[in-house]
């Protein structure tokens, strides 16, 4: 995948994660803020390796909304 697609997908799950979080993050600070820009450079990393470039962002945030 390419990367501007997959930094893309990683913003919209990491917003649907911290939208539906626990308590965890309510009191944010340097630590998590570290935390989250860590989880997304990971998933957008991870994003570009494993899913083919033919495969549209489209398609991925409706597998994503559908789990």
Do not use: C, P, W
Request: charged letters at 25%; proline letters at 0%; glycine letters at 2%.
């Amino acid at each position: 995948m390419l990367k501007k697609t997959a930094d893309k997908l990683a913003l919209i799950m990491t917003r649907d994660v911290l939208r539906t979080s626990s308590e965890h993050y309510r009191n944010l600070n340097q630590f998590t803020a570290d935390e989250i820009a860590e989880f997304i450079s990971t998933l957008s990393k991870n994003l570009q390796e494993i899913i083919s470039d033919e495969v549209t962002s489209a398609e991925v945030i409706n597998a994503h909304r559908g789990q």
